[in-house]
């Protein structure tokens, strides 16, 4: 259980800082791609992660399956993690809704291939690079996380479930220092 909370925790915080830079790359309107209150993490990039990397060994083995198998995966994944959301808190994080072949906008075969694309970073780039370091956290630090994650969730999940927008989890913007300045006469 902790190899798979530490490879999650590890790929929603890369994801985050995959939202993060997306953001930036397309000046895209929405800067602010926070699925928690406090930590930086997107739990759809761990969970996605932890899938691909429990696929058997056959298919870890072979690019073309992982790239193929990966892009399913996640995919149900993210169609998974988007129907929670939606009707386990009724908020959305995400909508393909512009993109063709867009599944109720919760996934669509643009972003399906860019799973795929990530499967094959993670298989063959990230997780070897990252297994050393993974496997060499200590237990109580591991155990730290999954409570600051577990505490974080739910505190996110009740203010999300409250609210009805991810608009509450931006708590630096609502915050007297961010607050849009009056011009003085």
């Excluded at 509450?168 to 609502?174: A, T, V």
């Amino acid at each position: 259980m902790a190899d798979f909370f530490s490879i999650f925790f590890l790929y929603s915080f890369l994801g985050f800082l995959v939202e993060v830079g997306y953001t930036q790359l397309c000046r895209h309107a929405k800067k602010d791609r926070k699925c928690l209150l406090f930590l930086p993490l997107c739990p759809v990039y761990g969970l996605g992660a932890a899938a691909v990397l429990s696929m058997p060994g056959f298919i870890l083995a072979r690019p073309l399956l992982v790239f193929v198998a990966g892009a399913l995966v996640s995919t149900l994944v993210e169609y998974g993690v988007a129907l929670f959301y939606e009707w386990g808190v009724g908020v959305r994080f995400w909508s393909y809704d512009q993109q063709p072949g867009n599944l109720s906008g919760r996934i669509c075969p643009l972003y399906t291939l860019f799973w795929g694309g990530l499967s094959l970073l993670t298989v063959y780039g990230f997780q070897p690079l990252f297994a050393p370091l993974l496997a060499w956290l200590p237990l109580w630090l591991i155990r730290g996380l999954f409570l600051a994650f577990s505490a974080d969730g739910l505190v996110s999940l009740c203010l999300l479930h409250q609210t009805g927008t991810t608009d509450c989890l931006c708590w630096y913007r609502q915050h007297p220092l961010h607050a849009p300045r009056k011009e003085s006469m």
